[in-house]
C-alpha cells in the first residue's frame, strides 16, 4: 500500500521560502511523477508542479518563478521549495504521486497547513 | 491559464442522480482525454474516483460515473447516499504539461 507522508514548517513571514517534505512508503518511486498541489482556505485545488525520480520537472506557469521541486531518490523522498510567499500562499499544501496515466493524482499526502502572517 | 468552470453547489434527494459539469477549452479538457474527478470531504484529502474520462478506478463504486462532449466533461452520481455530500473537482491534462484543477462542486443531499 502506498503511502505518503509530508512534514515543513507551517507559520511563515512574508518573504520567507516555504519548504516541505513528503515521504513515499511502499510502491515503486521510479516509475511514476510527484506532484505538489495546495488549497487555499474556502478555495479549490490548484497544481503547483512534480518531479520524476531523475529530476525531470513540469510547474505551473502561474507559480514556476518562485517554485523548485527536487527529488532525493535515495530516500524515496522530494521537496517543495516556494520562495517569496506572501498571504495568497497561504493553504493546505498536499503532496501526490501519479498515476499510470499523465496528470491522474491516485495517492495524496495527508496535508501541510502553511500560514504565511506578519 | 484559467481554472476549469464547475457550478459551485449541485443537490439531490437519497436515490436520485446528480450531474456536475467541468467545462474548458479546446486546449484542455476538449483536446485530451485525460480528465479526472475528485471527491473531497472536509478536512480530508481528495479521493480519486475517475481517471481518462470515464473509467473508475477498483474501489470506487459504480455509481460515479464520468463522460465528456466537446470541451465539458460530466461526473455523474446516480443513487445518490448520504455519505456522497462531498465537494468535487475535475482536474484535465493541458499543453505543455500542466494540469488544471476545477474550481469545485458542493454537492448536498437533502
Known amino acids: 500500500q502506498v503511502q505518503l507522508q509530508q512534514w515543513g514548517a507551517g507559520l511563515l513571514k512574508p518573504s520567507e521560502t516555504l519548504s516541505l517534505t513528503c515521504a513515499v512508503y511502499g510502491g515503486s518511486f521510479s516509475n511514476y511523477y510527484w506532484s505538489w498541489i495546495r488549497q487555499s482556505p474556502g478555495k479549490g485545488l490548484e497544481w503547483i508542479g512534480e518531479?520524476?525520480?531523475?529530476?525531470?520537472?513540469n510547474y505551473n506557469p502561474s507559480l514556476k518563478t518562485r517554485a523548485a521541486i527536487l527529488v532525493d531518490t535515495s530516500k524515496n523522498q522530494f521537496s517543495l521549495n516556494l520562495n517569496s510567499v506572501t498571504a495568497a500562499d497561504t493553504g493546505v499544501y498536499y503532496c501526490a504521486r501519479g498515476g499510470s496515466t499523465p496528470m491522474v493524482l491516485p495517492f495524496w499526502g495527508q496535508g501541510t497547513l502553511v500560514t504565511v502572517s506578519s | 491559464q484559467s481554472a476549469l468552470t464547475q457550478p459551485p453547489s449541485a443537490s439531490g434527494s437519497p436515490g436520485q442522480s446528480v450531474t456536475i459539469s467541468c467545462t474548458g477549452t479546446?486546449?484542455?479538457?476538449?483536446?485530451?482525454?485525460?480528465v479526472s474527478w475528485y471527491q473531497q470531504h472536509p478536512g480530508k484529502a481528495p479521493k480519486y474516483l475517475i481517471y481518462?474520462?470515464?473509467k473508475r478506478p477498483s474501489g470506487v463504486p459504480g455509481r460515479f460515473s464520468g463522460s465528456k462532449s466537446g470541451n465539458t466533461a460530466y461526473l455523474t452520481v446516480s443513487g445518490l447516499q448520504a455519505e456522497d455530500e462531498a465537494d468535487y473537482y475535475c482536474s484535465s491534462y493541458a499543453a505543455s504539461n500542466n494540469l488544471l484543477f476545477g474550481g469545485g462542486t458542493k454537492v448536498t443531499v437533502l
Open positions: 479546446s486546449r484542455d479538457v476538449g483536446g485530451y482525454d485525460y
Open positions: 481518462e474520462v470515464k
Open positions: 518531479i520524476n525520480h531523475s529530476g525531470r520537472t
